[in-house]
């Protein structure tokens, strides 16, 4: 006899994700190549470790996919108290990259207690969501220690200073919350709080710290002034785009690349993307990325209770919001930062990160209704799938 046990992932989920990150090994080899020749005498140095990172975040993809969504339950606020205590930490022992201290130091390897930080927030949070159901419209019992949290961390990243992370932390926050039925009136609330805060440490950042490329960049953003030191990156990728046209001018013919184009293989990939592969080839990456979020909400939709349902959301989002915010910089739609497109730009932490959320998601996904597969049938209960006992053999 047979019976239906709904344990299929969704396979075109995770198709996309693997085909973006070895679609991401041409990209940096290429775009990096220049930069790794002048600093390390050869080309294939940036290509090598991006190479064991995108095998080491296959590696966490498939660790998320393999443990029950369920588990993370008990273990949300351990997390998110562990990434508040790494972030302080890395204020004492983080090294300094560019004026931020955003980095700790293991040797020869570097973590990034901030990513970490967004996704024990967000997976919290749906913790928090989902067992406080409507008592989250209370502004004491529910509302205040969802933002205690989210103030907390929040802080501790513009404090590096990080100002790019601690915005899209907040904006993702503001999304799960709304779909979280937040009262309205509490959530304007606390976006107008957020908004004058926000205006307040860029001033003091700018003029009590004496840090003021934050300011800068953001007034010569609204100056658009082509000549300034502050937009030559950006100045630099829209040429990028312009030399692709419609159909590129081919892989690995990039001229931005030759050490023009600052941070061509991190932040402004995108541009290095436009040029090679014409626009024809940014449609096609903004395309898989539309394609994960219509899958990731999808999954969201079919979700069998509250948290796998917000835990969805806040992946689904996480991933698609870096990678808009990615391609409206490089266009020059928003002022430049320093977030990176998920599985595409050369990365560390961020891209492990990411990889596990979606094995996460693709873990929610074979609990839904979406992918039945037929099984033999056993006389044990323990047959049954929920989302504490597994998935068993995923395809």
Not at 80 to 103: D, P
Not at 305 to 323: M, V
Request: glycine share 10%.
């Amino acid at each position: 006899m047979l019976k239906i046990q709904r344990n299929h992932i969704d396979i075109w989920l995770l198709i996309v994700v693997l085909g973006l990150m070895v679609v991401s090994l041409g990209v940096v080899y290429s775009a990096s190549a220049e930069w790794s020749l002048k600093r390390f005498e050869t080309q294939s140095h940036y290509l090598d470790l991006h190479a064991i990172k995108i095998l080491l975040s296959i590696s966490a993809l498939f660790v998320g996919l393999s443990i029950p969504y369920g588990f993370y339950r008990k273990f949300t606020k351990l997390a998110l108290m562990i990434a508040v205590l790494f972030l302080i930490i890395t204020f004492v022992l983080g090294g300094e990259t560019k004026g931020a201290v955003r980095w700790l130091r293991f040797g020869g390897l570097g973590f990034q207690p901030s990513e970490f930080a967004k996704f024990a927030l967000l997976f919290h949070i749906s913790f928090l969501l989902a067992i406080k159901g409507e008592n989250i419209k209370d502004f004491k019992k529910g509302f205040l220690p969802v933002i205690i949290w989210i103030g907390t961390v929040t802080g501790l990243v513009l404090a590096q200073p990080n100002l790019s992370t601690g915005v899209m932390l907040f904006v993702l926050t503001v999304v799960l919350l709304y779909v979280g039925r937040v009262r309205l009136p509490h959530l304007l609330g606390m976006i107008l709080v957020a908004i004058c805060l926000f205006t307040l440490y860029v001033l003091f950042m700018a003029y009590v710290l004496k840090r003021p490329y934050q300011l800068q960049r953001i007034m010569h953003f609204t100056q658009g002034d082509p000549n300034g030191k502050h937009n030559y990156q950006l100045w630099q990728g829209i040429i990028g785009f312009g030399n692709g046209g419609l159909f590129g001018v081919g892989p690995g013919e990039s001229r931005q690349r030759d050490l023009f184009l600052p941070e061509s293989y991190n932040d402004f990939i995108y541009s290095i993307v436009g040029e090679e592969y014409g626009l024809l080839g940014t449609l096609v990456v903004l395309g898989a990325f539309l394609f994960v979020m219509l899958r990731g909400f999808r999954i969201a939709k079919h979700a069998k209770d509250d948290f796998a349902r917000f835990l969805a959301i806040a992946i689904t989002s996480t991933i698609t919001l870096y990678a808009l915010v990615n391609a409206s910089v490089a266009l020059g739609i928003f002022p430049t930062t320093g977030l990176p497109m998920p599985f595409i730009s050369y990365g560390g932490s961020s891209l492990m990160l990411s990889a596990f959320s979606i094995g996460v998601l693709l873990n929610i996904s074979a609990h839904t209704d979406l992918h039945p597969r037929m099984t033999q049938s056993v006389e044990s209960d323990g047959a049954t799938l929920t989302p504490e006992t597994g998935l068993g053999k995923a395809y």
